[in-house]
């Protein structure tokens, strides 16, 4: 389980914008569409998330996202681009022996054919898991109610 504490800026109807210290695994997380950057030296963000604690403004919180999100969102990220790279590589290679192209460039071809194909899975994936609100965090508690 992965939990954030942040303070309340702002709240519209049963969402939550959270303002919490930036990590330095910010700028590869696939949940940054919901997190906008604040302040001069960019440590501070806010993130939107399902007020289910029922926040007010200026109210110190913890925000929640499922580990196996995380993980899912990491695989995605991290994995298929792997996997798309590699499998596209050793069909290229497979297939400039059986076509006898010259086995360097059908390789590389067939390389990063892999790899958009991948991406494309990637965004499919997201897109799924948008849909199904499993990327959206969510506001667990209130640890101390606060004046905005």
């Given at each position: 389980?992965?939990?954030?504490?942040?303070?309340?800026?702002?709240?519209?109807?049963?969402?939550?914008?959270v303002e919490t210290e930036r990590k330095g695994s910010c700028e590869s997380c696939s949940h940054?569409?919901?997190?906008?950057?604040?302040?001069?030296?960019?440590?501070?963000?806010?993130?939107?998330?399902?007020?289910?604690?029922?926040?007010?403004?200026?109210?110190?919180?913890?925000?929640?996202?499922?580990?196996?999100?995380?993980?899912?969102?990491?695989?995605?990220?991290?994995?298929?681009?792997?996997?798309?790279?590699?499998?596209?590589?050793?069909?290229?290679?497979?297939?400039?022996?059986?076509?006898?192209?010259?086995?360097?460039?059908?390789?590389?071809l067939f390389a990063l054919s892999g790899l958009v194909v991948a991406f494309l899975m990637a965004?499919?994936?997201?897109?799924?898991?948008?849909?199904?609100?499993?990327?959206?965090?969510?506001?667990?508690?209130?640890?101390?109610?606060?004046?905005?």
């Open positions: 389980m992965e939990t954030e504490r942040g303070t309340v800026r702002n709240t519209e109807g049963h969402w939550a914008w940054k569409g919901h997190c906008s950057m604040t302040g001069n030296g960019m440590n501070k963000m806010v993130v939107k998330a399902e007020n289910d604690a029922r926040a007010q403004v200026g109210d110190l919180v913890e925000i929640f996202l499922s580990t196996r999100t995380r993980l899912k969102g990491l695989f995605v990220i991290y994995i298929f681009p792997v996997i798309g790279l590699l499998s596209g590589a050793i069909a290229g290679n497979a297939f400039s022996r059986r076509f006898q192209w010259e086995a360097d460039k059908g390789t590389v965004k499919i994936s997201e897109a799924r898991m948008n849909a199904k609100r499993e990327l959206t965090p969510i506001v667990s508690r209130v640890i101390r109610h606060g004046s905005p």
